[in-house]
């Protein structure tokens, strides 16, 4: 900072910095890169459980890869058309583009979704587990029977009281 607005201001004088901060090197970097690929590789490994998952990621993949293709041809295109009609091309180039974009999002998009939904389902399971683990034994004896029995055995203790 200028020694004349740290005096207008009544500031005090700001230290200069000797060392950089937090500086990744690249080693660094490919470290964080390759443990990253892993996580994603973790994760694919887990989405082909999800039937129809595949179809779905072709699909935007065609679309993504129809889109590009468009856009390229309408780029070449427009370079060798007159300037006044160039815009609406390159306009239509633009849009197409931005559906390439759109379907790899939304291929993310899924992929996150089942992801959670994988991660919740693990979550309730696992709730479930702990929650079956807690029930608290009564000592004692029971008797299984059906809903028939049941009825004939009340209606025999209200036809005979005195037992």
Do not use: C, W
Not at 28 to 46: F, G, H, P, Q, R
Not at 99 to 105: D, E, R, V
């Amino acid at each position: 900072m200028n020694t004349n607005l740290e005096k207008i201001f009544n500031l005090e004088p700001v230290k200069a910095k000797t060392e950089p901060e937090d500086v990744e090197t690249p080693s660094t970097m490919l470290e964080e890169l390759t443990k990253t690929v892993a996580d994603i590789d973790k994760i694919n490994e887990a989405l082909p459980q999800v039937v129809g998952l595949e179809a779905s990621e072709q699909e935007m993949d065609e679309l993504a890869k129809m889109a590009t293709e468009g856009y390229q041809n309408l780029m070449e295109l427009g370079m060798n058309v007159e300037t006044r009609h160039a815009a609406e091309i390159f306009g239509a180039a633009s849009n197409l583009l931005g559906h390439a974009l759109t379907a790899k999002k939304n291929k993310i998009e899924k992929k996150l979704k089942m992801i959670e939904l994988q991660l919740k389902k693990a979550s309730l399971d696992l709730k479930a587990k702990d929650s079956n683990n807690d029930v608290n034994v009564i000592p004692g004896s029971a008797t299984v029977i059906d809903r028939n029995s049941l009825i004939a055995e009340i209606l025999k203790k209200n036809v005979n009281p005195a037992k």
